[in-house]
């Protein structure tokens, strides 16, 4: 089993990275931006992807242009995205254009025509919307195997569950559990969505979830009384298979 993923430096002052690690960046992406594809290095700038200014080792470094570093902090790049580009050129993979200048989900055409006959005026409005594009599927990951992915499903939902169950126990919570609320916490914890995580750290993920699940107010009296509180990976992809 891989070790657990070691946690960056505390964030501090910003440390500008040297001449010779700039060039490694710049070397890596090709000399240009990879979301945008604006070559050169005059333009490019060196974006920290966990966002600490102090942590400047490789893995945590990535060249962009100046427009997109600007995009990236008003949100319409995201920092999944960010991570992603990094780990296509880690395996030798540059995702340009795959990441080009963001497009809308679904492409509008509005035709109007008015006709008019006296005092009756007609009006004639055709929408057409484009397909969505494919989902991206990240080589090595969570995402390659169907059925360790649909089991973290279960898992998170199973925790949701579990969470919402604690009610009856007198517990109060803020807000309403729901799935994307764990899959945030995944992401927040582990680096990644469920789907975009390694398949190498998908065991740890999954001990992770149960852990928790385990830790409920429903989950430790289940445990008390020698109930189970989830089925166990090989039962899920034998009732997959079932159809069930």
């Not at 960046?25 to 090709?30: F, L």
């Not at 006709?115 to 005026?121: K, L, P, S, T, Y």
């Not at 499903?153 to 969470?163: G, I």
């Not at 993920?205 to 509180?229: F, H, M, P, W, Y």
Request: hydrophobic share 30%; aromatic share 6%.
């Amino acid at each position: 089993m891989d070790e657990a993923p070691v946690k960056p430096p505390a964030k501090g002052k910003r440390r500008n990275p040297g001449l010779s690690q700039q060039r490694r960046i710049w070397d890596e992406s090709g000399s240009r931006c990879q979301f945008c594809g604006t070559p050169g290095t005059t333009g490019l700038q060196i974006h920290h992807l966990d966002e600490n200014p102090a942590n400047t080792i490789d893995s945590n470094l990535l060249a962009i242009c100046g427009s997109c570093h600007e995009r990236y902090k008003h949100g319409t790049i995201s920092r999944n995205d960010a991570f992603r580009v990094k780990y296509y050129l880690t395996e030798g993979k540059p995702p340009f254009p795959l990441l080009a200048a963001p497009a809308p989900r679904s492409r509008k055409t509005s035709i109007k025509v008015d006709v008019n006959h006296g005092q009756v005026a007609g009006k004639i409005v055709n929408n057409h919307y484009g397909k969505k594009a494919s989902p991206i599927i990240l080589p090595g990951t969570v995402a390659e195997d169907a059925d360790r992915y649909n089991y973290l499903e279960y898992l998170m939902e199973r925790l949701v569950e579990f969470r919402e169950a604690g009610a009856s126990f007198g517990q109060k919570r803020k807000g309403k559990i729901h799935l994307g609320v764990i899959r945030n916490m995944v992401k927040n914890e582990w680096g990644a969505l469920p789907k975009n995580l390694k398949l190498s750290v998908w065991d740890l993920v999954v001990a992770d979830l149960k852990a928790k699940i385990e830790n409920t107010a429903l989950g430790r009296v289940r445990t008390s009384k020698g109930q189970r509180c989830y089925h166990s990976f090989e039962e899920h992809v034998q009732m997959g298979s079932a159809g069930e």
